[in-house]
């Protein structure tokens, strides 16, 4: 009788489990709508976002500006010298002093893939099946003691995006990036924090990015 008796508490426990059990899509959804809502995402046309990079004793300053449908144009100042990048829908180019040239040149695929990536105004979580994308919930991980419910995003162009997201906001902590360029293999991570709404929707003020492994962030 005993046995029977913790058996179906056992077979309880398991269906509560599974009753909580979310989907991806479910928890996409509360992501979007931690940000603001699906509505007020897409009433945003333009967007315009500016950003201190710090690293050590080196500073420069990015600026990003985007435009509906999938435009976007970002700009990387260091002591009065700027590398200019955008992509207009269709192709890319850019601007780099940096490298000795001042007249305008076309970028090649994999150089295009970042900044096809960030034309998205809306965020690739949103609508990620009309985009070609492929979304899995992978479980839970812990982000600097934080739980997390962990997604994998495997991208139409063969990029796969980890996202960490809070499992009491539902905003992103962290994002593991991998993208291959010229054959190989590059892995980054990104932490998100200091949330704040602008005009409905809520944005992080603080994002720090290094290589996949690195101590240092910027």
Sequence with gaps: M?????????ASFTCASIARAQTVDEVIAKNIQAHGGVEKLKSINTARTTAKFTQGSFRAEVTQENKRPGKVREEFSIQGMAQVQAYDGKAGWQINPFGG????????QDDLKSLVVDADIDGLLVDYKEKGHKAQLVGHDSVEGTDCYKIKLSMKNGDVRYYYLDTDSFLELKLDIQTTIRGALQESEVYYGDYEKVNG?????????????SSSRA
């Design 2 to 10: 005993v046995r029977v008796f913790v058996a179906i508490l056992a």
């Design 101 to 108: 040239r001042k007249d305008p040149e076309l970028l090649s």
């Design 201 to 213: 929707v809520y944005y992080p003020f603080s994002v720090e990015q290094a290589p996949k492994g």
